[in-house]
């Protein structure tokens, strides 16, 4: 009996989770775990609410508290879930260049031209050159964890992370899609002079040639550059905004037809990128631009679940932009959201996740 067997038979789900384990209060080590979360505290570009560098570890201390026995997917615990130690100098760093980031932004908003202040230009082309290592250490960290079989999740941290994740993908698949789960498009190009802005991590994932369709849902916000980026790509971006999804629902389509449409519009490959803020933002008051309106919860799983059961393979998956409160509950909802991300990822790779439970014939 191997090692890991052992921990199974002897560990108890129906108890709280260990508080000196790794996430969810699992007993495994990385090696022994099939799912390896990747944290990513950084938030450089933020140009309104703060805290997503803090959401990992809000997610991570509100994971012990979530029950094991997921209805959906109730073997999910045994397949090993392990949460990495992100290197520190990326949150150290994030903390200074979000202050040097700051007067920058201000000057902007006061219709200033960077370039005419020496001072301000150098540091924002040092927080540029500061990002663009950041995306090329995190496509060596998910590599190196991909490279040992494991099914990576990148947890942010503001949705400029991913993008490292996005060319480490890239490497391996010649071609695949993104399911784009947010209440913006994201499509900015190089917003407030940032070259990897939050607000420009789709613009920039464009960019990669294996990325053959981006697939947004829930988007309420955009702006006539994002909406020219989106006609200018001819098809390659297909947007589903929220009030076009709500005058579906409300005319009488189904939210399963409307799910079937979008996994049928999705490649046969998709990565899974869900920034916090496509729900409604009383699941994430704290988020750092929430916009009224949003998918509900049940809403978003839904379409996951229904993509993990279907003939597309989910390749890889990040969520973003959790931003912790003083009642933990973003951190709560993110946990959760979390646990089931893992449920579909593996469900998608033909992983042992269990019978559904049913308690209604």
């Known amino acids: ?13 129906s108890q709280p989770g260990l508080a000196d384990a790794s996430i969810y209060g699992l007993p495994f080590t990385a090696e022994e775990s099939e799912i390896i979360i990747l944290p990513v505290p950084w938030e450089v570009t933020v140009s ?12 991570l201390e509100a994971s012990y508290q979530v029950d094991l026995l997921h209805q959906k997917y109730p073997e999910l615990w045994k397949l090993g879930i392990f949460y990495d130690d992100a290197p520190e100098h990326w949150a150290e760093q994030s903390e200074i260049l979000k202050g040097l980031a700051q007067p920058i932004i201000e000057a902007l908003e006061n219709g200033e031209e ?13 927080i540029n050159r500061a990002c663009d290592v950041l995306k090329k250490e995190v496509s060596n960290r998910v590599s190196y964890w991909m490279d040992l079989g494991k099914k990576v999740i990148l947890l942010g941290g503001d949705h400029s992370t991913p993008l490292g994740y996005y060319e480490s993908l890239a490497k391996v698949h010649d071609s695949f899609g993104i399911l784009h789960f947010d209440a913006h498009m994201d499509l ?34 955009f702006c006539d550059q994002e909406l020219k980026v989106v ?15 709500k005058a579906s629902l409300f005319e009488g389509k189904s939210w399963m ?8 519009s999705l490649p046969k490959k998709v990565a899974i990128s869900f920034d916090i803020d496509a729900l409604l933002p009383w699941y994430c008051p704290n988020t750092g ?17 229904k993509l993990a059961a279907s003939d597309k393979e989910i390749i890889g998956m990040d969520l973003v932009e959790v931003a ?5 509950w973003d951190g709560n909802v993110g946990a959760r959201l979390l646990f089931h991300m893992c449920g579909v990822f593996a469900k998608s790779q033909k992983m042992n996740v269990g019978e559904r439970i049913e308690f209604v014939k």
Do not use: W
């Open 188 to 221: 900015r190009q190089a917003y407030e002079g940032f070259t990897y802005s939050h607000a420009s991590i789709m613009y920039n994932t464009l960019k990669l040639d294996a990325v053959s369709k981006i697939v947004q849902v829930g988007i309420r916000d």
């Open 257 to 264: 037809q409307i799910c079937d449409e979008i996994i049928y």
């Open 114 to 126: 960077i370039d005419t202040f020496p001072l301000l230009q150098s540091d924002l082309d040092k």
């Open 231 to 245: 006609q200018n790509e001819k098809g390659r971006v297909l947007v589903h905004t929220d009030a076009d999804l």
């Open 289 to 305: 631009t929430p916009v009224p309106g949003g998918l509900s919860y049940e809403q978003a799983t839904y379409l996951l679940d």
């Open 1 to 13: 009996m191997s090692i890991k067997q052992q921990k199974i038979d002897s560990f108890d789900p």
């Open 48 to 59: 309104y609410g703060a805290g997503a560098s803090e959401g990992p570890n809000a997610i």
């Open 324 to 328: 912790p409160g003083d009642d933990d």
